[in-house]
């Protein structure tokens, strides 16, 4: 996790609770609302995703699994990788779809 992206965990988590550690901090992060999650790929034990939650105005990106069964990913194997966390950006995108008549 890049230091600016802490910082601002830190100021935020803060006000809320007294631990700050690295661990603490992902797991506030990964229990924000997300307001957006791709599936990048898909496994038989998990599918990797791309979760970006915003906090306070800043848009972070991380990358994170979704069980594809009845236990977790991580009983699967998936690990949590810190260093996927990233500030991103916002961009629009016109898209067309096709539907049955």
């Known amino acids: 996790m890049n230091e ?4 601002h965990l830190i100021k935020y988590f803060g006000k809320i609770k007294k631990e700050l550690s690295e661990a603490a901090l992902i797991e506030g ?3 924000t609302d997300t307001i957006s999650r791709k599936v990048e ?9 791309f979760c970006v939650a915003e906090i306070d105005g800043m848009l972070i990106g991380y990358c994170d699994a979704e069980t ?16 996927s966390i990233c500030e991103v950006k916002k961009v629009e995108r016109t898209i067309t779809d096709y539907e049955p008549i």
């Open 4 to 7: 600016k992206i802490k910082k």
């Open 29 to 31: 992060l990964k229990w």
């Open 41 to 49: 790929s898909k496994s038989r034990w998990w599918n990797d995703v």
């Open 68 to 83: 594809t069964g009845d236990l977790c990913a991580a009983a699967h194997g998936f690990v949590f990788d810190p260093s």
